[in-house]
């Protein structure tokens, strides 16, 4: 199983960034989708959800109407459009696979900065 987070960098505040997540090694479609951040110090967050057909999705209050989780089953990919970027969107950005059995699938993580 793989999950590899790509697409962090550095931005200017107010800037934007699409984070990708490639699975492989299991059902892709088969499996709800996450994406969390942490920032040293902190537990990790969850910033955004979708479900396993992607009719579904839900966001942290703090992200809300800026950042967008969307999915391609065709090419077993979970996207987070990030826009409008603050200082506090800083932090890693790690993509998560809860499947309907078995234990969850984390990526190595991507970091994102932004600066003001």
């Known amino acids: 199983v793989k999950l590899v987070e790509s697409g962090g960098g550095l931005v200017q505040l107010g800037g934007s960034l699409r984070l990708s997540c490639a699975a492989s090694?299991?059902?892709?479609?088969?499996?709800?989708m996450r994406w969390y951040r942490q920032t040293p110090g902190k537990e990790r967050e969850l910033v955004a959800a979708i479900s396993r057909i992607g009719d579904s999705t839900s966001y942290a209050t703090s992200v809300k109407a800026r950042f967008t989780i969307s999915r391609d089953n065709a090419k077993n990919t979970v996207f987070l459009q990030m826009n409008s970027l603050k200082p506090e969107d800083t932090a890693v950005y790690y993509c998560c696979a809860l499947p309907m059995y078995g234990p969850n699938y984390w990526g190595q993580g991507t970091q994102v900065t932004v600066s003001s």
């Open positions: 090694g299991f059902t892709f479609s088969s499996a709800a």
